[in-house]
């Protein structure tokens, strides 16, 4: 048996039995919070360009 195929075959045997894989659970649990986190982040962000784009046209207005 070659390097390679070793490789690959003690890859398989090790992600079959020692990773612990999450419940669906989890994984549900995971995505609803990577969601509401991107959903804060997007609206901070917006937030930030908005009162930039004020600060800034009023700054221009008055030269």
């Keep these: ?3 390679v195929s070793l490789y690959i ?3 398989y ?3 079959m039995t020692k990773v612990s894989w999450p419940t669906w659970e989890e994984l549900t649990n995971s995505a609803i919070v ?3 986190a991107s959903l ?3 609206l ?3 937030g930030m360009d ?3 784009t004020i600060v800034l046209g ?3 207005k008055a030269f």
């Design 44 to 46: 901070l962000v917006f």
């Design 58 to 60: 009023t700054f221009y």
């Design 40 to 42: 804060i982040m997007a």
């Design 1 to 3: 048996m070659n390097k």
């Design 50 to 52: 908005k009162v930039s």
């Design 13 to 15: 045997s090790e992600l």
């Design 34 to 36: 990577v969601a509401i």
């Design 9 to 11: 075959k003690e890859s």
